[in-house]
């Protein structure tokens, strides 16, 4: 507790780290959602039909009929298209936040110590590797996943608070989001915290540390593509799907990661 705390208070002490960190989820958490509602609420009535059946066309690749019997009490094309747009579209860009906040703090982690001169006193000190690692990823992961909540209430307020005068009633989120709340965005924030600490701990400044890390994003850009293209919609049954996948690979990166602490790799990893 005492190294994620000491890493919480460099994090918040470092401005390469904590701005890029804030910036994405004010975008993608509040901006574009927002945007999202206002521009189906006052411009739905000029969209083209094909681009409506567009959006609404995710809701017939639903495997359960709960959406189409909600879509069915809304008489306003601009509540359908808002109603599926918030709780279905959106769902895969807050997979980002936290794989991106998670990816700058934890690149960080050894990198930053290496930057600062602080690695050797750490390594000195009488603290074993796993409780060192464990305080790394503590540091990483419970700010990413607070940084991912808060943007989730905001995003919500922001949503409802627009959509309220259409609909008289909250709207966002629905239960789909649950098991991607309490599963998927930890798992993603995890797996992104491991590899970065490892990534790390192999490498001499923060700039590489955060270049490789940045690779894990990629995987996540297809869940996005597939969304968008209407390939993989983010029911409940691939929400479940996506976060027994990402157990998995972080079982298999935490034995991996926990066989290769080296105290000695990480005094040869230091700037020279």
């Known amino acids: 507790m005492a190294i994620a705390r000491k890493d919480v208070q460099a994090i918040t002490a470092n401005l390469q780290v904590w701005l890029p960190m804030l910036l994405l989820p004010l ?21 083209s039909p094909s681009d409506a059946q567009a959006v609404l066309g995710w809701a ?61 006193t750490l390594l000195f000190a009488p603290v074993d590797m796993l409780s060192l690692f464990i305080g790394k990823v503590l540091a990483a992961f ?28 909250i709207i966002f989120p629905q239960v789909n989001w649950i098991p991607l709340v309490l599963l998927v965005i930890p798992a993603i924030a995890l797996l992104a915290v491991l590899l970065n600490v490892f990534i790390s701990a192999r490498v001499a400044t923060f700039q590489a540390a955060y ?41 298999l990166l935490l034995w991996q990661l926990l066989r290769r602490l080296d105290r000695q790799q990480l005094f040869a990893s230091q700037v020279r």
Request: a negative charge.
């Open 142 to 169: 419970v700010p990413a996943m607070a940084l991912s909540l808060a943007t989730l209430l905001l995003c919500a307020a922001a949503v409802n608070a627009a959509a309220w005068p259409l609909f008289g009633r």
């Open 60 to 120: 017939e690749k639903l495997p359960s009929g709960a959406v189409a019997a909600a879509l069915a009490e809304l008489p306003e094309l601009s509540q359908r298209l808002i109603y599926v747009g918030v709780n279905y579209m959106l769902a895969p860009f807050f997979l980002l936040i936290p794989l991106m906040a998670a990816s700058v703090i934890s690149a960080d982690s050894f990198a930053g110590e290496k930057e600062r001169g602080t690695l050797e």
């Open 27 to 47: 975008i993608l958490g509040i901006a574009v959602p927002l945007g999202l509602v206002l521009v189906f609420r006052f411009g739905a009535d000029s969209m």
């Open 211 to 251: 270049q490789l890390g940045g690779m894990v994003v990629l995987p996540m850009l297809l869940l996005v593509v597939g969304q968008v293209t209407g390939v993989l919609v983010f029911s409940v049954p691939v929400v479940l799907g996506v976060g027994a996948v990402l157990l998995l690979l972080n079982g």
